[in-house]
């Protein structure tokens, strides 16, 4: 089991930081005011690649962490849950920004 752990914490971690690279070392080279239209794009990249990722624990949860006490339905929602979690949390402080 710590095997198929380390692998996906480790290929997790890769994502992440390849795709920071991606987006502030190519499509952030230069500073610009950011349009509504780029905002609502980039907000749905990100999105549809948290829901890939979400879909892929769902199609390889058993694979990835053999005997894990989560079955892959189980495990797909966890991570679901914590994602609409962090988003509610981030819209809760736009709202925080405005009133200070």
Request: hydrophobic letters at 60%; a negative charge.
């Amino acid at each position: 089991m710590l095997d198929g752990m380390i692998w996906l914490w480790i290929g997790f971690n890769l994502f992440v930081l390849a795709m920071l690279a991606l987006d502030l070392g190519v499509f952030h080279r230069h500073a610009h005011v950011v349009s509504l239209r780029e905002a609502t794009v980039w907000s749905i990249v990100w999105i549809t690649l948290s829901l890939l990722f979400n879909f892929g624990i769902y199609l390889f949860w058993d694979r990835w962490v053999p005997g894990s006490e989560y079955t892959n339905q189980e495990a797909a929602i966890a991570f679901l849950t914590g994602y609409v979690i962090e988003k509610s949390l981030s819209v809760d402080n736009i709202f925080v920004f405005v009133l200070i």
